[in-house]
């Protein structure tokens, strides 16, 4: 079930972003960053972890999981969607416009 909890961790920090362009990426920003290393492992897909130096003294630094290409962001919300809550519906929202535009490829 580990499927389960990464679902979970992505309701809680993870994000999907509709950009102007017609673009959508999926991302999981987080201060622990084996916690967004093992849910890459568990997602599956080719992602990238970008490091945020703090901007502060008083902040930690931020690791994120981030996946741009449409593939791969199909790809795991598809896995994570039956687990989601939270972000559900953006999740079932961003697969039927990606599943839009593979039709029409557009």
Do not use: N
Not at 23 to 29: M, N
Not at 67 to 78: E, H, I, K
Request: with cysteine.
């Amino acid at each position: 079930m580990e499927i389960a909890w990464a679902a979970g961790l992505f309701d809680g920090e993870g994000c999907v972003h509709f950009a102007k362009d017609g673009r959508i990426a999926a991302r999981l920003a987080m201060t622990d960053r084996s916690s967004v290393e093992r849910f890459g492992q568990i997602i599956g897909v080719p992602w990238r972890c970008y490091v945020e130096k703090k901007r502060s003294i008083k902040w930690k630094t931020t690791y994120s999981w981030h996946v741009t290409r449409t593939p791969y962001v199909r790809q795991a919300l598809a896995k994570l969607v039956p687990f989601l809550h939270t972000k559900r519906q953006a999740a079932l929202k961003a697969l039927a416009y990606l599943e839009h535009k593979r039709q029409w490829k557009l």
